[in-house]
């Protein structure tokens, strides 16, 4: 007579590593180590459709599931999980960091009225406005956005005889406006005037802009310039 003994097998257990991961907010792919008795079977799944199982969908004993992330275009931290066998690997990943670059950075001007326009390039999510301390600078567009954008100004004529520096800022960047001097014009307020045969006295007027500087230059023997001949 035969007396039969059966022994049951180890139970399956499974083991991932890591069993979270974190990711910046760009596509990207990762791996997670699987560790099982041999002949223990294992399938990986994840129902979020940011996540994709690339490679080791399934498998017997060890093992790595490779998977693979979209871009996270959003400012919001989201997250995740992938499920094999009994276990769970938790991936996270970060929303998105904005940074701006505008093009160009720098600009020059002549002194007269002249409108122009810059870019402003960023992510699709990433919102921003521009600053502007600038009086003679005047903005067209409207000053903040969401994504890339091209925003408009105005420069105001420079009617001083010095040149001068303005900036816009978008977020750290910034574009540099300069606009030259205004050009010097000189007027009198009278080209002509007549007097009688006496000594007398008489004035002009000299309009210019500010900082414009001029002399008044006399060859006549007989005319006395009683004030000073320059300013």
């Known amino acids: 007579q035969a007396f039969e003994i059966t022994q049951a097998g180890a139970a399956c257990t499974y083991r991932l590593s890591p069993t979270n991961r974190t990711h910046g907010y760009g596509a990207t792919t990762g791996a997670v180590a699987v560790a099982a008795p041999d002949g223990c079977t294992w399938t990986a799944s994840t129902t979020d459709s940011w996540i994709s199982i690339q490679a080791g969908a399934s498998g017997s004993g060890n093992g790595t599931v490779t998977y693979?992330?979209?871009?996270n275009e959003s400012l919001t931290t989201r997250m995740g999980a992938i499920a094999v066998a009994d276990q769970i690997l938790v991936v996270t990943q970060q929303g998105v960091t904005c940074s701006f670059s505008l093009s160009p950075t720098t600009r020059t001007h002549g002194n007269g009225n002249v409108t122009n326009?810059?870019?402003?390039?960023?992510?699709s999510s990433c919102a921003w406005g521009v600053t502007n301390t600038n009086?003679?600078?005047?903005?067209?567009?409207?000053?903040?956005?969401?994504?890339?954008?091209i925003v408009q100004?105005?420069?105001?004529?420079?009617?001083v005889t010095l040149e001068?520096?303005?900036?816009?800022?978008?977020?750290?960047?910034?574009?540099?406006?300069t606009?030259?001097?205004?050009?010097?014009?000189?007027?009198l307020s009278a080209t002509n005037a007549s007097h009688d045969y006496g000594s007398r006295?008489?004035?002009?007027?000299?309009?210019?802009?500010?900082n414009c500087a001029w002399t008044v230059e006399?060859?006549?023997?007989?005319?006395?310039?009683?004030t000073p001949t320059n300013q």
Do not use: K
């Open 201 to 210: 006295t008489g004035q002009v007027t000299v309009v210019t802009s500010t």
């Open 117 to 123: 326009l810059f870019f402003i390039n960023t992510l």
């Open 179 to 187: 606009q030259r001097a205004g050009l010097c014009a000189f007027a």
């Open 218 to 226: 006399n060859t006549n023997s007989w005319i006395t310039l009683l």
């Open 135 to 149: 009086s003679w600078i005047t903005l067209l567009s409207p000053d903040s956005g969401v994504g890339s954008g």
């Open 164 to 177: 001068r520096v303005g900036v816009l800022q978008v977020g750290a960047q910034s574009l540099v406006i």
């Open 153 to 159: 100004y105005w420069v105001h004529t420079n009617e």
């Open 68 to 71: 693979a992330v979209t871009a």
